[in-house]
């Protein structure tokens, strides 16, 4: 389905300005699959934002079209060595939606930039001649978007090297097109071992029986299960929003691994959320639910410079022999920086809070 066929779809259902979508979708492409169309409730909720183009898109004037350089530490196209032992790999540039906040909004659903197999060919040459590379992450758009046997191909080939210990899926579609989980791809994947999924929620409502069966499937054919969300304004913007969201994963077999501040993308402007709240997010986790489901919270340096974790302030001060920490509930503890020695107060830990 194009785009053009699925803008009118969308007018049927929902009383939208058609002249603003078809102006946005001029400059980053629009899918919305059935499915993850069937999850909006109401105009303008936490799914709508997701999906469904916003003339503020084309109003963002300070964004970068490449925010993470990810082009400029690419040795071959497609392919970026930032890490010491692992690399980044597009093999597709399609996804079974593409969401308004994409990092990579240069790119995805562009017919043009389109990844060819001689592409790809030459990523695999690159990990082959790089023994230092353990950990390939596959990603997009969306790898699951290949078909069975373009993916198998793929993992074939990377399986071949001897020193990449590990491979990993980057995908979505567990949660936008979970019906693409099918038996024999799990049957495909579970040859690959030891392989690793990780899959991008963002809301409760994405969590359907549809959803819980995909990763069902992934889980039974034993491949560990990750997830990462971005916080997104008007989404998930919400200490609650978001732990019902971590717990729900967790009940599914998927292991909350990383929150995103949302990068600094051109055309994500009015997705942007102040760092307060999302360590407003973090703190109202920690602590207060299985420490399973506390993720990550890290900001993607601008420009390149990798993941960077940031964390509520639990070190509340510090001298020369004790720091003194702040519990999930307030309370704060003196606690000394190395063994016990004569004269140190016995009481090594004080409760105010
Ligand atoms: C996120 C990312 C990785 C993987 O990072 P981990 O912290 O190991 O999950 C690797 N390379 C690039 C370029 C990345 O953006
Ligand atoms: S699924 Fe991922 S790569 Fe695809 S549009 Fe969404 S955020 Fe971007």
Request: charged fraction near 30%.
């Amino acid at each position: 389905m194009d785009s053009k066929e699925e803008t009118e779809k969308l007018l049927d259902k929902f009383s939208v300005d058609r002249s603003d979508i078809d102006r946005v979708v001029k400059r980053y492409p629009m899918r919305v699959n059935p499915y993850f169309l069937s999850l909006i409730d109401r105009e303008g909720d936490a799914i709508w934002k997701q999906c469904i183009p916003d003339i503020r898109e084309l109003e963002d004037e300070d964004g970068l079209i490449d925010p993470l350089n990810e082009e400029g530490d690419s040795p071959v196209p497609g392919l970026t060595h930032r890490y010491p032992d692992r690399v980044l790999f597009l093999v597709s540039n399609r996804c079974a939606m593409y969401c308004r906040f994409c990092t990579r909004k240069r790119r995805v659903g562009d017919p043009f930039k389109e990844i060819t197999m001689e592409q790809i060919l030459r990523g695999v040459e690159y990990i082959k001649e790089h023994t230092e590379v353990r950990d390939v992450i596959l990603s997009g758009g969306d790898p699951l978007l290949l078909n069975d046997n373009e993916l198998e191909f793929i993992l074939r080939e990377l399986r071949k090297i001897r020193h990449l210990e590990i491979i990993r899926i980057g995908t979505r579609v567990p949660c936008t097109l979970p019906q693409r989980i099918t038996p024999i791809l799990c049957d495909i994947l579970k040859k690959y071992h030891p392989l690793y999924i990780n899959i991008h929620f963002n809301h409760p409502r994405e969590i359907t029986s549809e959803s819980r069966k995909a990763c069902e499937m992934l889980a039974n054919a034993g491949i560990p299960l990750g997830s990462q969300t971005v916080l997104l304004k008007g989404v998930n913007d919400d200490p609650d929003v978001v732990k019902e969201l971590m717990q729900k994963l967790l009940r599914m077999r998927v292991r909350p691994y990383y929150i995103f501040q949302c990068d600094l993308t051109k055309g994500t402007k009015h997705f942007r959320t102040p760092i307060k709240d999302g360590l407003k997010i973090i703190e109202n986790l920690r602590g207060h639910t299985s420490g399973l489901c506390v993720p990550h919270y890290v900001i993607d340096a601008p420009g390149g410079g990798g993941k960077i974790p940031i964390s509520p302030n639990y070190v509340v001060d510090q001298n020369k022999k004790e720091i003194i920490l702040k519990n999930y509930q307030g309370g704060i503890y003196k606690y000394p920086k190395g063994p016990v020695s004569r004269g140190m107060s016995p009481k090594i830990s004080i409760k105010e809070g």
